[in-house]
């Protein structure tokens, strides 16, 4: 591998090397998030040929490159950008999945080197159904499909969704993920544990718990009822603090229990009345406050003064 594209591959053995792992609470810090630049999907969706289409995806090119320089204008800067998914829209194995992963790598390449890039999977980066080689291919051109890492003293999670969705096809997998899962959550809550208590715990993934309310019927756009209610209970007895994920392609959430389950819409194709854009996330000692920044906004004015005003809390 290129030295160029280490950048590329921070997520190994379940850690993330982009960040010095900080476990002490240091004061209020943002982060960036964003979803779905899904290059290929933009024509195909036009074109009504979704499973088969993606041949043209000079759109969220150019749609990646305003995210990328809109955020490393910001001052001061991200402690991080996390990219929810859905990296490119050519399934594993299929026309365009290698020109569109090397595009997106190549827009991604000008992003300010202070400010580390997060990658997290999508049903597109590995297939609807994930297998062992789907997985691996993912993991060796974007590192870990779930891992963890300590920022400020807030511990985030990175979840791979497809093997909450449908693991059919690995089933060791998703066995290994829950393990793993569970012994975060464990460490993380636990008053007996040596480890440092994280002032806040967050999760990243792909596919949302729910889009509006946890009661929702099933829908390609959220994960199952029983999946769903799995989650959401062990995450609220770890005091997990938010769920960030993307895959809707809309703007959608809320929160339940004091979770909040957050939906972002996507820097590349809308599905909804929402702009290209990404979100702006400040953490403070108490809090974790949000708000979805489109690109022409973030670029034309940067974040907005009153989230810029709880950094200096």
């Known amino acids: 591998m290129a030295e160029s594209e280490d950048i590329f591959l921070r997520a190994k053995h379940r850690t993330f090397s982009g960040l010095t792992e900080e476990r002490e609470w240091t004061g209020p810090f943002y982060f960036i998030q964003a979803a779905d630049p899904q290059l290929g999907l933009m024509k195909a969706w036009r074109d009504g040929d979704c499973d088969g289409g993606g041949d043209e995806w000079a759109e969220e090119v150019q749609l990646t490159?305003?995210?990328v320089e809109a955020v490393s204008r910001l001052r001061p800067r991200p402690r991080f950008m996390v990219?929810?998914?859905?990296?490119?829209?050519?399934?594993?194995?299929?026309p365009f999945r290698v020109d569109q992963e090397r595009d997106l790598k190549e827009a991604l390449r000008g992003t300010d080197p202070s400010i580390p890039l997060v990658f997290v999977s999508g049903n597109h980066d590995l297939g609807n159904t994930p297998?062992?080689?789907?997985?691996?291919?993912?993991?060796?051109?974007?590192?870990?499909?779930?891992?963890s890492f300590w920022v400020g003293g807030v511990l985030c999670l990175v979840l791979n969704s497809q093997l909450f969705y449908d693991a059919s096809a690995?089933?060791?997998?998703?066995?290994?993920q829950d393990a793993w899962l569970?012994?975060?959550?464990s460490k993380a809550s636990s008053a007996s544990s040596t480890e440092p208590k994280p002032k806040?715990?967050?999760?990243?993934?792909?596919?949302?718990?729910?889009?509006?309310?946890?009661?929702?019927?099933?829908?390609?756009?959220?994960?199952?009822?029983?999946?769903?209610?799995?989650?959401?209970?062990?995450?609220?007895?770890?005091?997990?603090?938010?769920?960030?994920?993307?895959?809707?392609?809309r703007n959608a959430g809320?929160?339940?229990?004091?979770?909040?389950?957050?939906?972002?819409?996507?820097?590349?194709?809308?599905?909804?009345e929402d702009t290209h854009g990404v979100r702006v996330v400040v953490v403070t000692a108490n809090d974790v406050i949000?708000?979805?920044?489109?690109?022409?906004?973030?670029?034309?004015?940067?974040?907005?003064?009153?989230?810029?005003?709880?950094?200096?809390?």
Not at 83 to 94: N, S
Not at 170 to 176: I, R, T
């Open 131 to 147: 297998t062992p080689t789907t997985v691996e291919q993912y993991c060796s051109a974007w590192g870990d499909d779930y891992f």
């Open 170 to 176: 690995c089933p060791q997998l998703k066995e290994a």
């Open 83 to 94: 990219l929810c998914g859905d990296l490119v829209h050519a399934m594993p194995d299929t």
């Open 182 to 185: 569970e012994e975060q959550l």
């Open 290 to 313: 949000h708000r979805y920044h489109s690109l022409e906004d973030l670029s034309a004015r940067g974040m907005d003064e009153d989230l810029r005003k709880l950094l200096q809390a």
């Open 254 to 272: 809320g929160c339940h229990g004091g979770l909040d389950m957050v939906v972002s819409s996507a820097i590349g194709c809308q599905l909804g």
């Open 200 to 249: 806040h715990i967050l999760v990243f993934q792909h596919i949302p718990l729910y889009l509006k309310s946890p009661e929702e019927e099933d829908d390609y756009f959220n994960l199952q009822t029983a999946v769903r209610h799995n989650l959401l209970d062990r995450f609220k007895r770890a005091g997990v603090k938010a769920v960030f994920s993307g895959h809707y392609h």
């Open 65 to 67: 490159k305003q995210a």
